[in-house]
């Protein structure tokens, strides 16, 4: 199939999801993938086609201080098809596996297409990582060739293996300087070697967040990704010409899903705001100096947004989104009254493209994932019988006709794969439940959702309801051993300010979680403190659990700083179950 074939369809699946962007059911009813044909490369087949002549800018850069950048999508083509010559020039080959350690910065980008355009496997890896993770990652990454920025070196000085190092933005002994003079003109005898990629071929090793174990090594083809973002770009709302910020760090599969592939998909702008520290003020007037259309943000972004004076709407905001953790109706119904725009929720994982989402323009249930998007099938599977569930089970998709946007499996562990996709699904380890109308409400993670008196216990609804008091700028909730109960439940509280953690305060959302949930549910002891998260800002709910069962070991060990309901005059009655 000739290159602008491939295009030409890739554009039409693309088109017809902007068509039916606000109908939902249209969108899902009618989508299909394309069809690319068994040789495919988006770098090329797609990015350099729309590149052509293109002056639009494909990504701007914001410092703190207020310098920047802006660089279109002809340039963004010709930059990355002269580091491409330069990589190959250094040893980069098709197949080979290269570690990016690189911020929110130009050859972040730039470097992605070039490796991409080589045939090349990229690994985009956290800057927060220290030389023992990074030796990890380039031994079981099967790392040829790293490119870092000069500052990042010594923490490869220990590092072992037989790779190339490449720098960028100063010289250092033993490494090779990243190319300067990208925007000169190329010679008229440079030329990049014609590389031929297959739809299956690896195209990019992600890394997960490793929550409970060391971190999974996810494997994306030429397609997975690159085509399966177009249930991303569908979900957040893009279309051509916006400008879209989405606050995400390099390393991650979600900086993949919404700083690179989906606005690029739909000839967007990346906005990207570089700060150190957060500061809600600052965000909001880029929101309004950019004239930013679409934005999406974490949790713990939105939470802390709105402690602060979210005021009136960024002038051009369309879309808000919400990825990476359930979003709390709390925080969706705050943003709502101050800006008119409701947060729309999406879910995914690094393993996919998103899969389920509040379409735009549909109408939005505060907690709820919403549909499965288009392309995607979506079954709920009863974790104990594996069969499908009528109402509640593990979100798993179906083999049978294996989903474009799914991963390949996942690096050097064939079992852990196997694991994944057992019995003809894939296996997410999420718990949801559906009604009628095929809506799709987050219940919590396969190993997070607890019994408790023989009922079962959701996180996530513990963790919203706690949302709605004043004091409580973010919960994780665990299960307590209690000979008792099996279970109580347990919630690790961070404090807003204003809110002192002392047994006013502990007294104060015990009280709350007596009429917020229901008995079975009820918050019984209360800790306050800052949560233990992954360097991506997950909650690590299976320490705050490990921490919970070793105090159990011993009856007379109680937790130092913990508060329960028992300590209260008024709370430790009507308590059944």
Aim: charged letters at 25%.
């Amino acid at each position: 199939m000739r290159s602008e074939e491939v295009t030409a369809r890739y554009r039409a699946a693309r088109d017809h999801l902007l068509s039916v962007r606000e109908d939902g059911d249209a969108a899902r009813a009618d989508f299909r993938w394309p069809d690319v044909g068994d040789t495919f490369n988006w770098a090329t087949d797609w990015f350099d086609a729309v590149a052509r002549d293109n002056d639009r800018v494909a990504l701007q850069l914001v410092e703190v201080d207020g310098s920047g950048s802006s660089t279109t999508y002809a340039e963004m083509s010709r930059r990355s098809e002269r580091l491409a010559v330069h990589l190959h020039g250094l040893g980069v080959r098709k197949g080979d596996h290269v570690l990016l350690m690189l911020g929110n910065q130009l050859e972040l980008w730039e470097t992605m297409l070039a490796v991409m355009k080589l045939g090349a496997v990229i690994l985009p890896t956290s800057t927060m990582l220290e030389s023992a993770d990074l030796q990890d990652r380039i031994d079981r990454g099967l790392v040829r060739h790293v490119v870092t920025n000069a500052g990042e070196t010594p923490k490869f000085t220990d590092v072992t293996g037989g790779f190339t190092r490449i720098v960028i933005g100063g010289a250092a002994a033993g490494w090779h300087d990243y190319p300067t003079t990208l925007d000169d003109p190329a010679p008229a005898d440079e030329s990049r070697p014609d590389v031929v990629t297959r739809a299956d071929d690896p195209c990019l090793v992600y890394f997960t967040s490793g929550t409970t174990s060391k971190p999974k090594m996810v494997v994306h083809t030429q397609v997975s990704y690159p085509v399966g973002h177009l249930s991303t770009m569908y979900w957040l709302g893009l279309r051509p010409g916006d400008v879209h910020l989405a606050i995400s760090s390099p390393g991650w599969g979600k900086h993949a899903w919404s700083c690179f592939f989906a606005p690029w998909i739909a000839e967007a702008t990346v906005f990207v705001y570089n700060y150190e520290r957060f500061d809600a003020p600052a965000l909001l007037d880029q929101l309004e100096r950019a004239r930013v259309t679409t934005f999406c943000a974490p949790p713990t972004v939105w939470r802390l947004l709105i402690q602060a004076d979210l005021g009136t709407r960024p002038s051009a905001l369309r879309e808000v989104v919400s990825a990476g953790e359930p979003l709390n109706p709390e925080v969706i119904s705050r943003v709502q009254r101050a800006w008119g725009r409701t947060i729309r929720d999406g879910y995914g994982q690094t393993e996919t493209t998103a899969i389920v989402g509040n379409s735009p323009g549909g109408t939005v249930r505060p907690g709820a994932m919403g549909h499965p998007l288009p392309g995607v099938t979506v079954t709920l599977v009863d974790p104990v019988t594996g069969e499908p569930a009528v109402a509640e089970g593990e979100v798993c998709l179906d083999l049978t006709t294996r989903p474009v946007n799914l991963m390949a499996g996942y690096l050097g562990d064939p079992d852990r794969t196997r694991s994944a996709l057992r019995d003809g699904w894939f296996h997410t380890g999420d718990v949801a439940s559906v009604d009628d109308e095929g809506v799709l409400t987050f219940i919590g993670r396969t190993d997070d959702v607890f019994k408790s008196s023989d009922y079962k216990v959701s996180p996530f609804e513990v963790e919203s309801a706690l949302l709605q008091h004043p004091a409580v700028a973010e919960s994780a909730v665990v299960p307590a051993p209690d000979d008792t109960r099996l279970n109580v439940v347990k919630a690790y509280v961070t404090l807003n300010a204003g809110w002192e953690p002392d047994a006013e305060t502990a007294r104060a959302v015990l009280a709350f979680a007596r009429t917020a949930l229901p008995a079975y549910e009820r918050v019984r002891r209360v800790e306050f403190g800052a949560l233990p998260k992954t360097i991506s800002g997950k909650i690590r709910r299976v320490e705050l659990r490990d921490r919970e069962a070793l105090a159990a070991t011993d009856e007379s060990t109680r937790q130092a700083e913990e508060w329960r309901d028992t300590d209260f005059d008024g709370l430790r009655s009507g308590g059944r179950p």
